[in-house]
């Protein structure tokens, strides 16, 4: 089993449709990022937290939320989906005593807003 | 702020053939420099690494300088394979571990 998983895959969802991507980690990491990935711009951070009690945004996070719901537990969501937010999303983990900036990412949630 | 540029691809080259895939960067101070790779259908996964000036990198028969009089970090391999065929990633991080990675680099070896 993946160390961190993400689901869904695959998602196919309508303008102005809320949707929720989830993602669970088995690393036993305090770190927890959500990234999206467009093709030509590399990937974006849109939040990121250090602990189950720390929520930070990103460069991108306008449209999106987050939830931690507990350490091993972090989930994006999209209030309202609009057609620019169609990409790959990534959620990933790290260490915090590892300041090598190495991330454990999942193998991603495409997205689909029609 | 922080950025990362990378050579655009498509890169297609045969199996054997020598690899460079340019990265350089722009960063106050000194930030770690990373190479990720990300195989089709999969998550993205750190290939090397190097922290400071003149640290080399290497994994997997790739290697990658960290050379601040250029601010660049090239990936390169002597001979590549078709199973070396994937997207690979520039990055820098400075404190925090808030990656910022370039746009990313689609490489195909046919055999």
């Known amino acids: 089993d993946a160390d961190v998983t993400q689901t869904p895959r695959n998602r196919i969802t309508k303008t102005g449709k809320r949707i929720m991507l989830e993602c669970s980690q088995t690393?036993?990491?305090?770190?927890m990022y959500w990234y999206r990935q467009d093709p030509g711009l590399g990937l974006r951070l849109i939040y990121y937290s250090f602990d189950v009690k720390d929520i930070n945004k990103g460069e991108i996070s306008d449209g999106y939320s987050v939830s931690r719901q507990a350490q091993a537990k972090f989930s994006l969501s999209l209030e309202s989906a609009i057609p620019n937010q169609t990409a790959l999303y990534f959620c990933?983990?790290?260490?915090?005593?590892?300041?090598?900036?190495?991330?454990?990412f999942g193998e991603g949630s495409r997205l689909t807003v029609l | 702020g922080n950025s990362v540029t990378q050579m655009e691809g498509p890169v297609t080259l045969s199996e054997e053939a020598f690899l460079t895939i340019n990265c350089t960067y722009t960063?106050?101070?000194?930030?770690?420099l990373f190479w990720y790779v990300q195989y089709p259908g999969e998550g993205l996964q750190l290939l090397l690494k190097a922290t400071k000036a003149d640290d080399k990198g290497s994994n997997k028969g790739f290697e990658a300088t960290y050379r601040k009089e250029t601010t660049s970090f090239h990936l390169e391999k002597g001979s590549v394979q078709v199973s070396d065929s994937a997207v690979y990633f520039c990055?820098?991080?400075?404190?925090?571990?808030?990656?910022?990675f370039g746009q990313g680099t689609r490489l195909t070896i046919n055999p």
């Open positions: 990933a983990t790290s260490m915090p005593a590892d300041n090598t900036g190495e991330l454990f």
């Open positions: 690393k036993g990491h305090d770190r």
């Open positions: 990055a820098l991080s400075q404190g925090a571990q808030k990656l910022v």
């Open positions: 960063a106050t101070g000194y930030p770690s």
